[in-house]
């Protein structure tokens, strides 16, 4: 049986509750796959600062890039909340390994359950049909610009390169290839010059993808459009600041933001896989956090890094049939505990 070995990060708060459902249920179906995990756990986010000072230490990238695939939790807390540049946060550990890691297209699907249609905040006849995937640059742009703070004043700088749009949007249409076919491609290229050198970049590329329809759409617009007509949408590729905003926007019409996956993705096979929540300190230890965001995660990680999409189908159907048969968390108006939400998903399976 070959032996794939996973980093695990829990991180903080509910990430811990949450990746333990994941790891208990790969466990249980990777043997009738073929698949041997080796899970190696790793202290990452507000947990490592306590043990070492800072959010990821070297010793854990390295273990990291040596990993087949990284499946996290969540990291930060107001324990670690502080406005002092000086002081390590939670958050450096999660850039430091989507720029470590070379990992820069971050992949959100968005697709609602049936089952969970009238959980969402937007109508029924809004979202059905929604099924969409955000495609975000996750290693350029604001978040990894130069940045300053004076007295009175601060500063973040946006850059983005030729290449950085060239890989990204590559990986946008290639998934799109797959889907529907289509691109939207957000940006505000009506005031930024790094837009206006996005749009010029992803039209190039589209130009060696005749079979995919291209548009493109400034990003105030498509806040607004994301909750008219979401099921307008197939994929949509967009800089890190505004894929970090729309992907949260497009996990409200699943219903809850606990339900959403994602994976990050660079040249080679290796990906993080991470739920899009936070650490949700606000219910932090009390097991009610609804797992399913992290198993979606964890299925994403079996089909795009442990070549095993046959046992990541089965964990999206093992979620549909719980989800059918009314089992609920408390984010999606149900009473059901993180564990008890793993109990019902290995049984289905
Ligand atoms: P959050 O996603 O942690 O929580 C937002 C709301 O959604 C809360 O009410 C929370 O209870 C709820 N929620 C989130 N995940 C849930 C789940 N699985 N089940 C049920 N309810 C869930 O966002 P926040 O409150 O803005 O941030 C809290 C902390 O998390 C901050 O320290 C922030 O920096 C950090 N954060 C980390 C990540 C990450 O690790 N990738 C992402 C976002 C925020």
């Not at 756990?41 to 990238?61: F, P, R």
């Not at 837009?195 to 329809?213: C, F, M, N, Q, Y």
Request: glycine share 12%; net charge negative.
């Amino acid at each position: 049986m070959p032996e794939v070995s996973v980093a695990l990060l829990p991180g903080d708060g509910i990430g811990p509750e949450v990746v333990a459902e994941a790891v208990r249920v790969i466990d249980a179906i990777a043997p009738d796959h073929d698949l041997a995990i080796d899970w190696h756990e790793h202290l990452m986010g507000g947990i490592s600062i306590d043990a070492h000072g800072t959010a990821l230490t070297d010793e854990v990238l390295a273990a990291c890039a040596g990993a087949d695939a990284v499946l996290l939790g969540a990291v930060g807390g107001p324990k670690w909340d502080t406005t002092d540049p000086d002081k390590p946060r939670p958050e450096q550990g999660l850039l430091g390994l989507r720029s470590g890691l070379g990992l820069y297209a971050n992949l959100r699907p968005v697709r609602p359950w049936p089952a969970l249609y009238d959980a969402s905040p937007l109508r029924r006849e809004r979202i059905e049909g929604t099924d969409l995937l955000v495609v975000r640059e996750l290693t350029g742009g604001l978040y990894f610009g130069e940045r300053g703070r004076q007295p009175d004043s601060a500063f973040d700088t946006c850059l983005y390169t030729t290449k950085e749009v060239v890989r990204l949007a590559e990986v946008g249409f290639r998934a799109a290839a797959g889907r529907r076919q289509k691109v939207t491609s957000v940006d505000k290229a009506n005031v930024l010059e790094t837009s206006r050198l996005w749009r010029e970049k992803v039209t190039e590329v589209a130009a060696g993808h005749p079979d995919i329809a291209l548009e493109h759409m400034l990003v105030d617009n498509a806040a607004m459009q994301l909750v008219s007509r979401p099921s307008d949408f197939d994929v949509i590729v967009t800089e890190n600041l505004f894929g970090d905003i729309l992907s949260d926007e497009a996990a409200m019409i699943t219903g809850s933001i606990g339900m959403l996956p994602s994976a990050s993705l660079g040249p080679g096979t290796l990906g993080l896989y991470e739920p899009v929540h936070g650490s949700a300190p606000d219910i932090a230890g009390q097991g009610i956090a609804n797992p399913i965001a992290t198993l979606l995660s964890a299925a994403m990680m079996l089909r795009y890094s442990l070549g095993a999409p046959e046992a990541a189908d089965r964990i999206d159907g093992a979620v549909e049939k719980v989800l059918g048969q009314g089992h609920r968390t408390r984010d999606l108006g149900g009473d059901l505990g993180t564990a008890a939400v793993g109990d019902l998903i290995l049984a289905a399976l």
